[in-house]
């Protein structure tokens, strides 16, 4: 059997088994591409010397960086940095605001947030915050939800983010060169975070007839910050020092991330917690098990995916399945496949996982790479504006935590959401192709 039609069969299996949520999708990603490895004729020695040429490239060029960010941001979360700066902007913009200024403030506070990287963090944080305010104006919640998220789909270029992180591993590049190239298409939502703006604006203003309070109601304080055990608000400012020095470290000076944030961790560890460093050490380094299980099982994948010889002796599954869409679909369709994809995004993946698009990423450079495209330049459109279809989609875990804090019905978010998001993931593609961002 020809390696591309054992391709398809193998991804209709993997989808076929995240769609079902019968079996853990890391079980899936471990089992899977090693049976189909064998039917390709290699034998287990083969296969683990593709399987571990993969795991070290990922982790040289990822894994550390992203094990030693996620500690970094989690402690740094628990010292209340990011809840004491949400604070203070809501104590300095609270009293002057209209329902403009509120989506205003969710974009601000979403953006501030995603500094985790992590989306069910930046809910827990942004919306307990908002929510009196939302109720107090009448905001709909759905499209405080939809603000939100549109403003964490525009920072999703962050080089610690585990969604940049597997696009990069997917993407065969590191992913600090993976977040440069993609900020320029984080910029290009805010045409479509403004016309957000006017189009929740005319609707709010069309059902109430005003964009300030309700008559008669004052917007009292209600910004009081949750007490947390581990929060450290008299370190705030060293805290802040530490965070724009890392910023700048990785930014500017360009060093080494893993080291960067090492040291960070390390620093901010002793300084907030000196008795008992030990614990929240264990604490923040405990989140990266699920990820690093999470990239491992990618590496799988990977690397049956694209296994050959280097002899040539073989085809890859990815190159034969390349070849054979290049027979089917004409060379004009065939070279906007990824456009094609980037712009169906919200509809597809509303009914399939998000992990679907990761699977086609390497037929998509393999592809790309015939017609001159390099990896980092087809994937960079994906990076942001799947963030866009994986708030509205049931199948999204962080869907069910960002609607229950905003106290709404999941499934009504989801069919209003997705409409919208269909239109900004459009809005944001145009002003790419405008701005010559767009590679074809």
């Known amino acids: 059997m020809s390696p591309a039609i054992l391709a398809l069969i193998m991804l209709a299996i993997v989808v076929a088994c995240i769609v079902s ?5 890391n079980f899936v990603m471990f089992i899977v591409p090693v049976v189909f490895g064998l039917l390709m004729g290699y034998d287990i020695l083969q296969l683990s010397g593709f399987i571990l040429a993969q795991i070290n490239t990922m982790m040289a060029q990822t894994g550390y960086m992203l094990l030693f960010g996620l500690i970094y941001f989690t402690m740094v979360t628990e010292t209340g940095m990011f809840d004491t700066l949400i604070s203070a902007v809501m104590k300095k913009l609270g009293h002057r605001l209209n329902i403009i200024g509120v989506m205003v403030l969710t974009t601000v506070l979403g953006a501030i947030a995603y500094l985790t990287a992590n989306m069910s963090t930046t809910y827990l944080i942004v919306f307990p915050i908002m929510i009196p305010l939302y109720k107090k104006f009448q905001l709909d919640r759905r499209a405080a939800f939809i603000i939100c998220q549109t403003a964490i789909a525009a920072m999703c270029w ?9 696009s990069a591993t997917m993407a065969g590049t590191d992913a600090e060169s993976l977040a440069q190239a993609s900020i320029p298409w984080g910029l290009c939502f805010l045409p479509a975070i403004v016309l957000q703006y006017v189009y929740f604006a005319y609707r709010h203003k069309k059902q109430y007839q005003r964009l300030g309070l309700p008559e008669g109601e004052t917007l009292e304080a209600s910004t009081k910050m949750e007490e947390k055990p581990n929060a450290r608000p008299a370190f705030f400012a060293i805290n802040l020092a530490i965070f724009v020095l890392v910023i700048v470290c990785l930014a500017y000076f360009k060093l080494p991330s893993y080291l960067v944030f090492v040291a960070a961790s390390i620093v901010t560890a002793l300084i907030n917690y000196p008795k008992d460093f030990g614990n929240i050490w264990n604490k923040a380094g405990g989140t990266f098990f699920n990820v690093l299980l999470m990239l491992i099982a990618i590496c799988f994948y990977l690397a049956i995916f694209n296994a050959a010889p280097e002899d040539g002796s073989r085809m890859s599954m990815v190159a034969s399945l390349a070849q054979l869409l290049e027979t089917v679909f004409p ?3 065939i070279r906007y496949i990824h456009i094609i994809f980037l712009l169906l995004a919200v509809p597809i993946i509303y009914f399939v996982p998000y992990q679907l698009y990761n699977a086609f990423y390497p037929l998509f450079i393999s592809i790309g790479a015939s017609f001159g495209l390099s990896p980092i330049a087809i994937i960079a ?3 942001c504006n799947l963030a866009l279809a994986t708030s509205v989609t049931p199948m999204n875990s ?4 960002g609607a229950t804090l905003c106290e709404i019905e999941v499934n009504d978010f989801t069919r209003y959401g997705a409409k919208v998001m269909m239109v900004t993931n459009v809005i944001v593609v145009l002003t790419a192709l405008l701005c010559g961002l767009l590679t074809f």
């Open 398 to 401: 962080s869907t069910y935590v």
């Open 158 to 166: 962050l080089p610690w983010g585990i969604g940049l992180v597997m």
């Open 381 to 383: 459109p994906f990076v």
């Open 21 to 25: 949520n019968k079996v853990p999708m």
């Open 331 to 333: 060379a004009f369709l």
